[in-house]
């Protein structure tokens, strides 16, 4: 569940950033973005993760959004995938 609602608050940053940035976003595409799916998520085993470490690299509490640039007909690119 903290997954999901971890995601959602993702999805929401970006989706504000986005549209403040003059992208369109239909309210009606939305309903199409699943919080929920997993996989990217190991189930079946452990991740050694350095929390004190990767919480110092935050700002303001949110891992920054990947660089993006959009084109004349306003499709959304990564700068550096």
């Known amino acids: 569940m903290a997954c ?4 959602s608050a993702c999805n929401s940053l970006a989706i504000d950033k986005l549209r403040g940035q003059g992208q ?3 309210d009606g595409l939305l309903a199409y973005i699943a919080p929920g799916h ?3 998520i190991n189930f079946f ?4 993760v ?4 990767e919480l110092a690299k ?3 509490g949110w ?3 990947r660089p ?14």
């Open 38 to 40: 997993s996989e990217n």
């Open 63 to 65: 891992r920054p959004l």
């Open 45 to 48: 085993g452990a991740i050694d």
């Open 68 to 81: 993006t640039s959009v084109n004349a007909s306003g499709t959304t690119f990564l700068l550096n995938p």
């Open 50 to 53: 350095d929390y004190e470490g």
């Open 24 to 26: 369109e976003i239909r």
């Open 58 to 60: 935050l700002d303001g």
């Open 4 to 7: 999901c609602a971890s995601r």
